[in-house]
């Protein structure tokens, strides 16, 4: 384990891959095989699956599974019970007429989700995507297609609303080139 | 405890009816009086109540309560962070003003999820509903009625959007007796 | 601790503000600086963060996170995988790009969920809003906006759906001031 790592007493870190200040907090599981980053805050009662990688700085909220195939680059923000998935059309494994399906790991479609991106609170991220740098998605979103960096995308499917700022706030239809919140020009 | 089941040494299980072959796994509660079938999967943070059913070969992903009311028979998939319910119109017990309501068990409604359906990520269903055999939930679904065999649903409120293969595949329009993906004919 | 207070062996309830006669349960996580009342019910896999408030006879099901800046009032009832939000336009707080937003505490808005509301399983709350006394957020919900007393609210975005009783039941269109399930008068 990296110096400088927390993790709290009731979490289970069994990966040897964690970047120095990285916070893991109760009943989080970060898994062997699992790669997370430095400076990143894993939060309560989430789940990092063997095969998932989590850049420098992402913040991960609680009640999140990352699964393998899941990439979350640098300065991601994952709200609360926020969910991926890896599969498209899934059964359970253990039923004889769908062996055929995982006789290989074919089902597996990984989803990126780019630097500082942000999925809002009980999103759902369906998988074979990419979500832009610094797009935003909206609180219980359902996300079915790729989104553009620095979109704003909202509702069940997810559709564009326009476009934000680094900052987070989104751009105005008035002056949409720069933002009324930071002043940061585009 | 039946031979042959694995349990997390961090998730709790009571239940003296488990089924071999099938694993329990971190922060998993499995409370005394549920039964669980053989060779299933109970994931990470998942909650099976007193008087829940769960079938053989049932996969359940992180994050789900199975509350008592609800059957999943068996090779039933619930993804990650699905919610099922058990009560229609819900108060704190707690209140005074609806003791009444709570005296008996009137209030408890059960679903039945039956041979083979998928439940997809995030999705949340009703209570007192039946979902058919082999029928898929998109995930993100809030299902408010029942739903046929074979069929998928989508959306919020879940509406038809086609039927399924046993192999979890959409059958196509242009070819709706037959299945792209494996070949079974209908 | 309070005498009374049930926490069960695999909880972590770190806060000393704890009314009589409240359980929490297993993998739920109380903070210090969290003010919890008498006779609630917290419940598995949930999380009250230092600064949240719940009152008295509140139940919270499993998977819940109750923010710093959420307000409980007495005989609330929170449905599973319920997901409440405290910041509108989220960032990873360790990206220097956004370390002015979070000089300060300027981002967190309040919210308050009024006595004896109902929010429904698997619904999401965003931030700065009041939910009235009585109200019901039906499942899977996503609510954006402040919501009337005895308002029931459906959909993503939530919209006003008819009116409820205290018991929890709809008011019908046909006798809007008397509940036909309880015969309380409006």
Redesign the interface.
């Known amino acids: 384990m990296t110096s400088g790592v927390f993790i709290h007493p009731?979490a289970?870190s069994e990966s040897p891959d964690i970047g120095d200040g990285t916070r893991i907090w109760?009943?989080a599981?970060v898994m062997e095989g699992a790669k997370v980053g430095a400076?990143?805050?894993i939060g309560?009662?989430s789940?990092i699956e063997r095969g998932a990688v989590v850049g420098?700085?992402?913040?991960v909220?609680?009640?999140v599974?990352v699964w393998e195939g899941i990439c979350l680059e640098?300065?991601?923000?994952v709200?609360?019970?926020v969910?991926?998935?890896n599969e498209r059309?899934?059964?359970?494994?253990?039923?004889p007429?769908?062996a055929?399906?995982y006789r290989t790991k074919a089902w597996l479609l990984p989803t990126r989700i780019r630097e500082?991106a942000?999925i809002?609170?009980?999103a759902?991220v369906?998988c074979g995507l990419t979500i832009g740098r610094y797009a935003?998605i909206a609180?219980?979103a359902?996300v079915v297609s790729d989104v553009d960096d620095f979109q704003l995308v909202v509702?069940?499917p997810a559709e564009p609303r326009g476009r934000?700022c680094?900052?987070?706030?989104?751009l105005g239809a008035q002056t949409p080139g720069r933002c009324a919140a930071?002043g940061r020009v585009y």
Chains 1, 2, 3 share one sequence.
């Open positions: 009731q289970i109760a009943f599981h400076n990143c805050n309560e009662h789940f420098n700085g992402v913040t909220k609680n009640g599974s640098d300065y991601v923000f709200g609360p019970n969910v991926f998935t059309y899934p059964r359970a494994q253990r039923n007429e769908v055929d399906r500082g942000s809002g609170a009980n759902t369906l935003v609180a219980g359902v509702g069940t934000v680094i900052c987070g706030v989104p930071c």
